[in-house]
């Protein structure tokens, strides 16, 4: 699903690289990738990309942008961070509008295609509103791709108080269509109008500085704009900067996009256009338990074994006696010794239970008629993932550990729940030390 997610994205965008990168990205809210999905990503995206590129004969860039916009001032950061700053509420504003659109066409009752009807009823009204208030035939974007208005602000085409205001009100209300749109229950994807919302805002900031004498080329703002927004949204910063790069065919706006991209995510961290994110892949659950592993590797038996007193039987203890033993202790596992105090069975309070009224059989059993020699023991030198399964292997609750060297010298016994207690003192450690970074 992911791979196909990176063709289709890949493909339509033309950005094979990115798009690769995306799929594998957006699946976690932290800036990780998810390593398996990457080779089969970039196996489909490359396809998606020569297939519908070559099927159009064309393998240009979505987006052409001027020639002289390269980074080349170090104060112009001071403008880029203020682009930053302004694409933060815009992305609480379209993360909020997203959603809350959602729960409004949830309540609505009647035929499935009655809350899409709505949807695009609202869209067209919006879209009429604004161009008749404007007179701006660019106001129209709110309805399509809105990639034209785009290219029009790379291209210069835009420009003034004129041209902030258009692109202010395009991306603001591009914000409500897409949510009657989708939210209604509509198709269509969250990507494409990120971008147009993203850019316009970064143009529209671009054009005010260009106004103020800050700046000389605001068509950089609205690549940067496009990387900022999207990054922020859906949590992806590495993909989209590459991906707005291999859009518009220029990396010589990396450095800003990369400033600007980490600004919106770390101070846009509370919110996710996709909120089936899950925040890593400790908490994926295609990854349940696998970081478990590693972490019970580190801790050996020795170190958790408990300094207790055990009780064990001799071979030749009658049953009668043992019951009083099981009777008078705590424990649930008897080890078994032979004269030479060499341990060779084991047996659990469980098995005797059926023989506790048997009186018959009090004199004439003994302790080797009541355990098993089939031993599951552990070592101190094995970790506690061994143990573990160990453990899981007949679901018991304590294993002898004997020694390494002599399977029948008894050094202990070990306690699941000793297990259980070291795992989490290691990862509250864990989790403490990075708290403290």
């Not at 001032?73 to 809350?100: E, H, M, Q, R, S």
């Not at 971008?195 to 316009?200: F, K, P, R, S, T």
């Not at 007193?309 to 009668?320: C, D, E, M, N, S």
Request: charged residues 15%; contains cysteine.
């Amino acid at each position: 699903m992911a791979a196909g997610m990176g063709a289709g994205v890949g493909a339509i965008f033309r950005a094979p690289l990115a798009g690769a990168l995306f799929a594998s990205e957006v699946l976690y809210r932290d800036a990780e990738f998810e390593s398996d999905v990457l080779l089969p990503s970039f196996l489909s995206s490359a396809v998606a990309y020569c297939v519908l590129c070559g099927w159009f004969g064309s393998f240009g860039h979505l987006f052409f942008v001027p020639s002289d916009i390269a980074f080349d001032n170090l104060f112009d950061l001071v403008p880029y961070t203020i682009l930053a700053v302004v694409l933060v509420p815009v992305i609480w504003l379209n993360i909020k509008v997203f959603y809350g659109a959602e729960s409004i066409f949830e309540r609505i009752k009647g035929p499935k295609a009655l809350a899409p009807a709505i949807g695009g009823l609202l869209t067209g009204l919006i879209a009429v509103g604004l161009w008749k208030a404007t007179g701006d035939n660019n106001a129209l974007a709110v309805l399509s791709f809105g990639y034209g208005l785009l290219q029009q602000a790379l291209d210069g085409s835009i420009s003034g108080w004129s041209g902030v205001q258009i692109l202010i009100l395009v991306a603001l209300f591009k914000i409500l269509t897409t949510a009657f749109t989708i939210s209604s229950g509509g198709s269509g994807g969250v990507f494409g109008p990120a971008m147009v919302v993203g850019g316009g805002i970064g143009g529209a900031v671009g054009l005010m500085c260009q106004q103020m004498g800050f700046i000389e080329h605001p068509s950089a703002f609205v690549v940067v704009g496009m990387c900022g927004f999207f990054a922020g949204s859906a949590r992806t910063p590495i993909s989209t900067i590459i991906m707005v790069s291999e859009m518009t065919g220029s990396y010589e706006l990396l450095m800003p996009a990369m400033w600007v991209c980490a600004i919106t995510f770390v101070c846009c961290s509370p919110w996710t256009l996709y909120r089936k994110q899950v925040l890593n892949r400790a908490h994926s659950p295609a990854h349940k338990g696998e970081f478990m592993v590693p972490l019970l590797q580190d801790i050996l038996v020795k170190d958790v074994m408990e300094d207790r007193a055990f009780q064990f039987v001799k071979i030749g203890t009658p049953l009668r006696e043992v019951v009083r033993i099981v009777a008078n202790t705590h424990a649930d596992y008897f080890p078994v010794v032979d004269a030479d105090d060499r341990f060779v069975g084991i047996f659990s309070a469980h098995d005797i239970r059926s023989f506790i009224y048997d009186d018959t059989l009090h004199e004439l059993a003994v302790a080797a008629d009541l355990m098993t020699t089939t031993i599951i023991s552990i070592s101190p030198d094995d970790d506690l993932h061994v143990a573990l399964q160990r453990f899981n292997l007949k679901n018991i609750d304590e294993l002898p550990v004997v020694d390494p060297n002599d399977k029948h010298k008894l050094l202990g016994m070990l306690r699941r729940r000793a297990l259980s207690r070291a795992y989490d003192e290691r990862l509250k450690m864990m989790q403490k030390a990075m708290q403290d970074r």
